[in-house]
Structure formats: structure tokens, C-alpha cells
Nanobody, 124 residues
Framework: QVQLVESGGGSVQAGGSLRLSCAFS????????VAWFRQAPGKEREGVAG????????FYADSVKGRFAISRDYAKKSVDLQMNNLTPTDTAMYYC?????????????????WGQGTQVTVSS
């Protein structure tokens, strides 16, 4: 059993930065994926960034490439999402997900565990 708790959300002006953290309890092995998704009001949930834990390989949505970076913090036992140069279109609830069973990087139904989300609001 894995539990995920997101933190770090908040309100920021366009061009600013935020760092989200996904603290996990339980066992996430090197064979597992951890990903960040987001969902804006009235829109479908979409993948933002993914991390294959053991190898350290990453994957990003085109909309955030060059601005967001996903990484693992072994000391904090978390997977973090550094978000730079934020724009109002980044406004959404951000969710952490872990342990992908098949599917592609951002196949929502493939992820077994989900956090409750943290809100990010970017004003112009």
C-alpha cells in the first residue's frame, strides 16, 4: 500500500515559480513510475511530468517542457515538481500518482495510487 500527499501549491503571479512535493509512504521500487497530473476546471485531467524511479528517466508534456522538472528527493522520500515561468494556463489542481500498471506515461487508468491534490493558481 502506498499513500501520497501533495504539498507546495499556492498562488503566484505569471512568470513566478512553485515547487510541488509528493511525499509517499510505503514502498515505491525502482521499477515504478511516479507522475504529476493536473486538472483545470471544466477540463480533463492531463499528464504533466513522469519519472521512472529506478533509471531516473523523465517524460514531459509538450506544454511544460523546458519549464517544469520532476525529480526524486531520497531524503524527503518525495517526488518533486519544480515549476518555473508559470502562466495562467498552468492554473489547475495538481495530483501525484504512482505505480503504473501498463499503459503509457500519462495513461490515467494505469496508475494505482493517487494523492488528494494541491491547488496552483497563476494570475496575470
Amino acid at each position: 500500500q502506498v499513500q501520497l500527499v501533495e504539498s507546495g501549491g499556492g498562488s503566484v503571479q505569471a512568470g513566478g515559480s512553485l515547487r510541488l512535493s509528493c511525499a509517499f509512504s510505503g514502498h515505491i521500487s525502482g521499477n515504478h513510475h511516479v507522475a504529476w497530473f493536473r486538472q483545470a476546471p471544466g477540463k480533463e485531467r492531463e499528464g504533466v511530468a513522469g519519472l521512472y524511479v529506478g533509471v531516473g528517466s523523465t517524460f514531459y508534456a509538450d506544454s511544460v517542457k523546458g519549464r517544469f522538472a520532476i525529480s526524486r528527493d531520497y531524503a524527503k522520500k518525495s517526488v518533486d515538481l519544480q515549476m518555473n515561468n508559470l502562466t495562467p494556463t498552468d492554473t489547475a489542481m495538481y495530483y501525484c500518482a504512482a505505480v503504473k500498471l501498463g499503459g503509457n506515461w500519462f495513461t490515467i487508468s494505469a496508475y494505482k495510487y493517487w494523492g488528494q491534490g494541491t491547488q496552483v493558481t497563476v494570475s496575470s
